[in-house]
């Protein structure tokens, strides 16, 4: 099975500066990768699909990239609301639901 | 735009049997599989299995001899049952759904607002 890996597991950053999340697969996942946003008490929230798609009315300032292994969440300024937690998840192969532990990311 | 709402009962005793439900307004109901997650601060995002309009299943194999998926087309609804509840089973339950079709289709675009079950004597 999959293993996701993300890093760091927590993200000090201040309101405005840039954030950079990474994603790691074990084994290629193509562009099959999702990115999600969690806010405490709520439900994940699809960011990127594809690996570099924005779902709908997901902001510009989010932005994915990478394939096969290697992938790449950015938040070009963060805003006070982008506050969370991060997951990535592959559904490349069965199953489809191997989600990465989160990446936390916090005010500094 | 598709909402995806949840009930179900939330504290649960140890052997008993875990029932929620997820009733989908707006959008599509077919074309998509109806999936069931749950989350703990220990084991993160877990699949549960998912169900389609079709009644096609699939579950995750450490929880398919407990797990128990139906579907209401009529009612656009899908429901979870997990029987034999140990403390271990407390979670935060979601639904969600993905398409059908391709690989490059299978991501969530959608989830319920969750449902905290616990197990407790």
């Known amino acids: 099975e999959i293993v996701m890996t993300q890093s760091p597991v927590t993200l000090s950053v201040s309101p405005g500066e840039r954030a950079t999340l990474s994603c790691r697969a074990s084994q290629s996942v193509r562009s099959n990768l999702a990115w999600y946003q969690q806010k405490p008490g709520q439900a994940p929230r699809l960011l990127i699909y594809g690996a570099s798609t924005r779902a709908t009315g997901i902001p510009a300032r989010f932005s994915g990239s990478g394939s096969g292994t290697e992938f790449t969440l950015t938040i070009s300024s963060l805003q006070s609301e982008d506050f969370a937690v991060y997951y990535c998840?592959?559904?490349?192969?069965?199953?489809?639901?191997?989600f990465g532990q989160g990446t936390k990311v916090e005010i500094k | 735009q598709v909402q995806l709402q949840q009930w179900g009962a939330g504290l649960l005793k140890p052997s008993e049997t875990l029932s929620l439900t997820c009733a989908v307004s707006g959008g599509s109901f077919s074309g998509y599989y109806w999936i069931w997650f749950r989350q703990t601060p220990g084991k993160g995002l877990e699949w549960i299995g998912e169900i389609n309009h079709g009644r096609s299943t699939n579950y995750n194999p450490p929880l398919k001899s407990r797990v128990t998926l139906s579907v209401d087309s009529s009612k656009r609804q899908v429901s979870l049952t997990l029987n034999s509840v140990t403390a271990a089973d407390t979670a935060v339950y979601y639904c969600?759904?993905?398409?059908?079709?391709?690989?490059?289709?299978?991501?969530?675009?959608?989830w319920g607002q969750g449902a905290l079950v616990t197990v407790s004597s």
């Open positions: 998840q592959q559904y490349n192969n069965w199953p489809p639901y191997i």
């Open positions: 969600a759904r993905r398409r059908e079709g391709s690989t490059s289709d299978w991501y969530i675009d959608s």
